[in-house]
T-cell receptor, first 116, second 111 residues
Framework: GAGVSQSPSNKVTEKGKDVELRCDPISGHTALYWYRQSLGQGLEFLIY????????KSGLPSDRFSAERTGGSVSTLTIQRTQQEDSAVYLC??????????????FGPGTRLLVL | LAKTTQPISMDSYEGQEVNITCSHNNIATNDYITWYQQFPSQGPRFIIQGYKTKVTNEVASLFIPADRKSSTLSLPRVSLSDTAVYYC????????????FGSGTRLSIRP
């Protein structure tokens, strides 16, 4: 695709419900990243995929958070039993290989999650 | 892990040169330094990247001293449209990978 896309763009849910956030990376990009950005704050790294594998999941804030990537393309970030503190913008990015720190990350527009 | 430190905010005026410095004392030998720009309600966008000395592109310059413990993003002749948050990034792609964005510098440009 032309860029990284994310869906939904906005999500309002009730406390305790599960949500799924989707990321479509740039076609051909091997590496995929998820970040969280709370209002007025910087970017908090959550998880990184190299292909379908996530080398390190320790950035996920709790065991309510999980992510998967299938076919080396689309990724889904799932938040179970959402809490109000989960309200934030969830950003996805992709890069060509993820093999070096010099790689440029291309970000999607984000999903704005509001937990009531 | 390389941690980055930036000023929280900066103000300047149109036509001025703006320099934003990022400290990264624990940068590793293989790490590059990358700067991103973020407008409200958008994802960050790549501005410039460097490893050492000076890098220049059509948007900005990046100055990195020999010890690489800091870097300075230089924006020449800023305009109102440069009002944004600027992030310094030093990434690690080791087996225990963590990607550390700085807290960001909120740059406000006034007429």
């Amino acid at each position: 695709g032309a860029g990284v896309s994310q869906s939904p763009s906005n999500k309002v849910t009730e406390k305790g419900k599960d949500v799924e956030l989707r990321c479509d990376p740039i076609s051909g990009h091997t590496a995929l990243y998820w970040y969280r950005q709370s209002l007025g704050q910087g970017l908090e790294f959550l998880i990184y995929f190299q292909g379908n594998s996530a080398p390190d999941k320790s950035g996920l804030p709790s065991d309510r958070f999980s992510a998967e990537r299938t076919g080396g393309s689309v990724s889904t970030l799932t938040i179970q039993r959402t809490q109000q503190e989960d309200s934030a913008v969830y950003l996805c990015a992709s890069s060509l290989t993820g093999a070096g720190t010099e790689e440029t990350q291309y970000f999607g527009p984000g999903t704005r999650l509001l937990v009531l | 892990l390389a941690k980055t430190t930036q000023p929280i905010s900066m103000d300047s005026y149109e036509g001025q040169e703006v320099n934003i410095t990022c400290s990264h004392n624990n940068i590793a030998t293989n790490d590059y330094i990358t700067w991103y720009q973020q407008f409200p309600s958008q994802g960050p966008r790549f501005i410039i990247q460097g490893y050492k000395t000076k890098v220049t592109n059509e948007v900005a310059s990046l100055f990195i001293p020999a010890d690489r413990k800091s870097s300075t993003l230089s924006l020449p002749r800023v305009s109102l449209s440069d009002t944004a948050v600027y992030y310094c990034l030093v990434a690690l792609y080791s087996s225990a990978s963590k990607i550390i964005f700085g807290s960001g510098t909120r740059l406000s440009i006034r007429p």
